[in-house]
């Protein structure tokens, strides 16, 4: 009987899966543990293996289409057995625990597994990462040309980005690319290459033709398809907009002491942790301590019931290529400064190298959104829903500012609160903001 393939649930906040890529076609043989696509979840980009061995009898769906979880998107059988035409929907087989469980394992091993030089074996279909997959995809590399050297020749993003750096060396643009601008009779001296190092790739030459063939006026307007990761933000962020009425409370902070008290502490916790104290982890550990005290504005509104967190769990967005990432750090309130430097230094690395565990994105109870690398003194950030409160944090700037009478110039830096008003009043926000400022302003507190 064949069996059904469903889209796993990969986390809690999980509804939908978007389909990136499928590794089989429809009639090809398929083998327990080989990858047969890859989805792109509310928080990561996975690979899923088969479950089954046969043949791959279905697919449902393409590329880029989003699909509810549990809901079935194929089917493994014996060849010429019959499955329906149309997607039953739901399947009545899915096991969430143990996919979600299955695919944490798998990313585990792949982060753990040490890096040993293996040669593709010529005629063996080549085993890769999801993010050498997308790359090789990107700059119409065949990875069976590629040498990997991961654990069975597994190729990874930098086997994919030697062998572009190397082909570079004698084409300025893929093979594939050429071919169709030839045929197209498309300049490509007027295109420049989205791919590694300006490489020109199919898309370019895609987006060529169609700028020539539209009917409007000629223009410098590109015009792009969000998908993927950009996809879900888009989806999300006006989920929380449409749906939270927000309010946005803004605070000056008076940061001398703690300039001080990182200029103290910076030999002590480099020595430590071979690490540099940011500004970040300080406050990091203020918003912790008084997030402690305010369980209201640690709360998470889910299904129209407030749930009053007792861990602190804070969320630190990342700029990320094409998107944003929100790594946690758990149990803020019980960690030193040390051990916050390590921890935020660390995810913030791998949420940029999209290396994240499925657990590094899940349970925060509340984000900080930093910009003050930027010129930004104050923005409205956008509650990371379920949560029901985010911080922005701008940048730090000397300014005159009245102490006891007199003007002092004094570095200052403005925190923005955005709350969600159907479980926070302003009054408690606005005590919430008030002590951290009064934490921020006497930071030693921190080492108590």
Do not use: C
């Not at 990761?229 to 703690?258: G, N, Y």
């Not at 690490?275 to 402690?292: C, F």
């Amino acid at each position: 009987m064949a069996k059904e393939i469903f889209m796993p649930k990969l986390s809690s906040t999980m509804e939908t899966g978007t389909l990136l890529e499928w590794f089989k076609e429809e009639g090809d043989t398929v083998e327990i543990g080989e990858p047969l696509f890859e989805i792109l979840t509310d928080k990561i980009n996975i690979e899923v293996e088969a479950y089954d061995d046969g043949i791959l009898l279905k697919r449902y769906f393409d590329t880029d289409d989003q699909v509810p979880v549990n809901h079935v998107i194929g089917y493994i059988g014996q060849a010429n057995e019959q499955v329906p035409a149309e997607s039953p929907g739901e399947s009545g087989e899915s096991n969430e625990s143990n996919e979600q469980a299955l695919q944490e394992e798998t990313v585990a091993e792949e982060a753990e597994r040490p890096l040993v030089a293996v040669s593709v074996i010529s005629g063996e279909k080549p085993r890769a990462t999801p993010a050498a997959r997308r790359m090789a995809k990107t700059n119409q590399v065949e990875l069976t040309a590629i040498a990997g050297s991961g654990p069975n020749g597994r190729v990874h993003v930098k086997d994919v980005n030697e062998y572009v750096n190397e082909d570079q060396a004698h084409s300025k643009i893929t093979p594939l690319a050429n071919k169709i601008a030839k045929h197209e009779n498309v300049d490509i001296t007027t295109i420049s290459g989205s791919g590694l190092n300006g490489k020109i790739v199919k898309q370019d030459i895609s987006a060529a033709i169609q700028e020539k063939s539209t009917k409007a006026p000629a223009s410098s307007q590109k015009r792009r398809k969000i998908g993927g990761m950009r996809k879900v933000i888009s989806d999300r962020m006006s989920q929380s907009a449409f749906t939270a009425p927000h309010v946005t409370l803004t605070s000056e902070i008076d940061t001398t002491k703690v300039k001080e008290l990182r200029v103290q502490l910076l030999p002590i916790v480099e020595k430590q942790t071979g690490m540099r104290l940011s500004y970040t982890e300080v406050i990091i550990k203020a918003v912790g301590l008084v997030l402690s005290r305010f369980p209201a504005v640690n709360a998470s509104f889910i299904n129209d019931e407030i749930i009053y967190n007792d861990a602190v769990h804070i969320g630190l967005a990342v700029a990320v290529p094409d998107g944003l990432m929100v790594p946690v750090l758990k149990d803020v309130n019980q960690k030193g400064l040390a051990d916050l430097t390590m921890e935020a230094k660390e995810i913030g690395k791998r949420a940029r190298e999209q290396k994240l565990l499925p657990d590094q994105l899940k349970g925060s109870t509340f984000t900080i959104s930093n910009l003050g690398m930027y010129a930004i003194d104050a923005f409205t950030p956008i509650i990371n829903q379920p949560e029901t409160a985010i911080l922005g944090v701008g940048r730090m700037l000397e300014k005159p500012v009245v102490i006891k009478g007199e003007i002092e110039v004094r570095p200052m830096m403005t925190l923005s609160l955005s709350f969600d008003h159907r479980v926070i009043d302003g009054a408690p926000a606005a005590e919430f903001l008030t002590e951290l400022k009064r934490v921020l302003e006497n930071p030693f507190e921190l080492l108590v």
